[in-house]
C-alpha cells in the first residue's frame, strides 16, 4: 500500500517538474553582460536570440535609467510620447506572453538616440517563418539559435530526469 502511494507522488512530483522544464520560458538579462546601458549595441544584442511567448526579458540597470515600452513609431523616432507602460528602479522582468514586436528605450533626455532602445520580435515555436532580423545587413543566424533553444530545454530536462531520480530514491 504505501509503496503505491510513493510511486503516485513519485510521479506526480516528476510529471509536474517535466511540465515545468517544457514549459516554463527562458529569462534573457537584456544586454548580458553589460545590462541596460549606453554601451551597449541592442540590435546587435538581440539578434542572437530567438524569442518565444513565455521567455522573459530582465532589465537590470544603474537608476539614472528607466524603461519604456512604447509603440513603434516613438522607437523608430525616439519621441517621448505617452509609454505604454514605464519601468523605474533598476530590475524589471517583462514577460513577453505572446508573439509579435515590442519596443523599449530609456525615457532619459538623449539616451534613446544613443542606442539605448530594444526591439524585440516573440515568434510561435512552431513558426515556419524566422523573425526578421531588425537591420537588413546581417543575416540571421538560426542553427545557433536553434542549438542555444534545445541546449536549455536539453539543460532543464536533465536536471527534471535528475530531481525525478533523486525522488525516487529518496521518497
Ligand atoms: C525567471 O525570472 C523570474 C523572476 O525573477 C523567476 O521567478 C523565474 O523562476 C525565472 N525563470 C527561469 C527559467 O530561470
Ligand atoms: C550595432 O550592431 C549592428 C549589427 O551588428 C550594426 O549594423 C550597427 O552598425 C551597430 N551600431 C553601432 C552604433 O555600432
Ligand atoms: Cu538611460
Given at each position: 500500500m504505501m509503496n503505491i502511494v510513493k510511486v503516485l507522488v513519485t510521479f506526480t512530483v516528476l510529471s509536474v517538474t517535466l511540465q515545468l522544464a517544457f514549459v516554463a520560458g527562458t529569462n534573457y538579462t537584456v544586454g548580458?553582460?553589460?545590462?541596460?546601458?549606453?554601451?551597449?549595441?541592442y540590435t546587435k544584442w538581440v539578434s542572437t536570440i530567438t524569442f518565444y511567448p513565455g521567455d522573459n526579458l530582465i532589465f537590470s540597470y544603474a537608476t539614472t535609467h528607466d524603461v519604456w515600452e512604447v509603440k513603434e513609431s516613438d522607437y523608430q523616432t525616439c519621441?517621448?510620447?505617452?509609454?505604454?507602460k514605464q519601468y523605474t528602479g533598476g530590475n524589471n522582468v517583462i514577460a513577453l506572453t505572446e508573439a509579435g514586436s515590442r519596443y523599449f528605450y530609456c525615457s532619459i533626455t538623449g539616451h534613446c538616440g544613443q542606442g539605448m532602445k530594444l526591439q524585440v520580435s516573440v515568434v510561435t515555436k512552431d513558426s515556419s517563418s524566422p523573425p526578421s532580423p531588425p537591420s537588413g545587413n546581417s543575416p540571421p543566424s538560426p542553427p545557433k539559435n536553434d542549438a542555444a533553444a534545445l541546449n536549455g530545454i536539453g539543460t532543464r530536462l536533465a536536471i527534471a530526469l535528475v530531481l525525478g531520480e533523486m525522488l525516487m530514491f529518496f521518497v
Open positions: 548580458a553582460p553589460g545590462g541596460w546601458d549606453l554601451n551597449t549595441n519621441t517621448k510620447g505617452s509609454a505604454i
